[in-house]
């Protein structure tokens, strides 16, 4: 890696206009003590002592990307709670547009909560994780056309179109197709934990290594394999790039022509909590490309920028700024 290249890169960072379509989840912390167990059933009771919220989903990635310096739009789905309420408040408070956010009567919010607790003499840790998903195929005519028409509405002033499916029902044919028309001549990139074969044109798709593999049908086992999977999922795909993100093992960039291009992960000792690090790598991608940046500069910029968000409990973000002393500091110590 070329520090003095990649400052001149960081530095080239701009604010580029990214909306995002996709499954917008909230995630939601209630942390408590443990003193007795109940006698209604033989487990713990927590008495609740903090509650917060988080951005999770394509919602991280809008938070990232608003982190990043980027000007972030949402279109999406709430349902008319609680949870709803919050992750529209959540995602405003840090500057993101949530015009083209649906509140759906026939959904409810996705809400991933980890209930923490502790007794007197143990570390917190989690007792219980309760999601609240909606059913498969949910979402209405109706809905379905209003986020149609914010597509409509909204792509034209978009630099760069950022789908994040986590399969929950927003990401669908009708929603995938309406993208593919009116960002044909634009950057549209794709974190896609379903079929990406979805996707024909897409300038990037960002799958993880277990989401290429259930793609392919086999397991990315030696080099030989990544290269055939490279190959095999762009052109099944009918996308223009592909970066695949391999944990620990560093991403892989393969371009229609051939190009191919990898990073090693930049930080594999001070890791801590990879939540969310590949909507940090998808929003540094939006980011980057929304600047100017080519292809392999953005995957190393998304590199760095996860590297940073690993150090950090659950979905995190970080900014140019801290790339930029990350990278100093990588130095000083000679890890890079
Ligand atoms: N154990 C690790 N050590 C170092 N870097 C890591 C590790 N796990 C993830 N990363 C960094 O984060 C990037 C994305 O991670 P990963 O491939 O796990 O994405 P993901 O599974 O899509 O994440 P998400 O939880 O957001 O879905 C990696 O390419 C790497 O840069
Ligand atoms: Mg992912």
């Not at 996707?199 to 290594?209: E, H, I, V």
């Not at 001070?270 to 292809?295: H, I, K, N, P, R």
Request: glycine share 8%.
């Amino acid at each position: 890696m070329n520090i003095k290249q990649t400052l001149e890169d960081i530095s080239r960072l701009s604010n580029p206009r990214v909306l995002v379509i996709g499954d917008l989840i909230l995630d939601e912390y209630i942390e408590g003590e443990i003193q007795r167990i109940s006698r209604e059933a033989p487990v713990p009771i927590v008495e609740e002592q903090r509650r917060h919220y988080l951005p999770g989903g394509a919602a991280n990635t809008l938070a990232n990307l608003a982190s990043l310096g980027a000007r972030a739009s949402a279109i999406g789905v709430v349902g008319n709670d609680e949870s709803g309420r919050q992750l529209i408040q959540l995602l405003n408070k840090s500057g993101i547009n949530t015009d083209g956010v649906m509140i759906a009567k026939e959904v409810p919010t996705t809400t991933k909560t980890r209930i923490s607790a502790q007794s007197r003499q143990s570390v917190m840790q989690q007792v219980l994780r309760l999601d609240r998903l909606p059913k498969p195929n949910s979402l209405s005519h109706t809905t379905l056309n209003s986020l149609e028409s914010a597509l409509a509405e909204q792509i034209a002033q978009a630099d760069v179109v950022l789908v994040s499916d986590y399969g929950n029902g927003v990401v669908v044919p009708q929603t995938i197709q309406a993208v593919q028309k009116l960002a044909a001549d634009k950057i549209w990139v794709v974190d896609s934990q379903e079929d990406l074969r979805l996707f024909k044109g897409a300038s990037l798709l960002t799958p993880n290594k277990p989401e290429a593999e259930q793609n392919l049908g086999y397991r990315i086992e030696t080099a030989e394999d990544l290269q055939r999977a490279g190959a095999t999922l762009l052109s099944e795909s009918g996308a223009k790039a592909l970066l695949i993100t391999r944990g620990d093992e560093g991403m892989s960039l393969f371009e229609t022509g051939g190009a191919y291009h990898e990073v090693p992960a930049l930080n594999r000792t001070e890791v801590f909590d990879v939540t969310g690090a590949g909507d940090t790598v998808v929003a540094t991608l939006a980011v980057a490309l929304g600047s100017g940046c080519s292809l392999p500069t953005s995957m190393e910029l998304a590199n760095l920028a996860a590297s940073i968000v690993v150090r950090r409990l659950g979905c995190a973000t970080t900014h140019p700024d801290e790339m930029r002393e990350t990278l100093l500091e990588m130095q000083k110590k000679e890890l890079i």
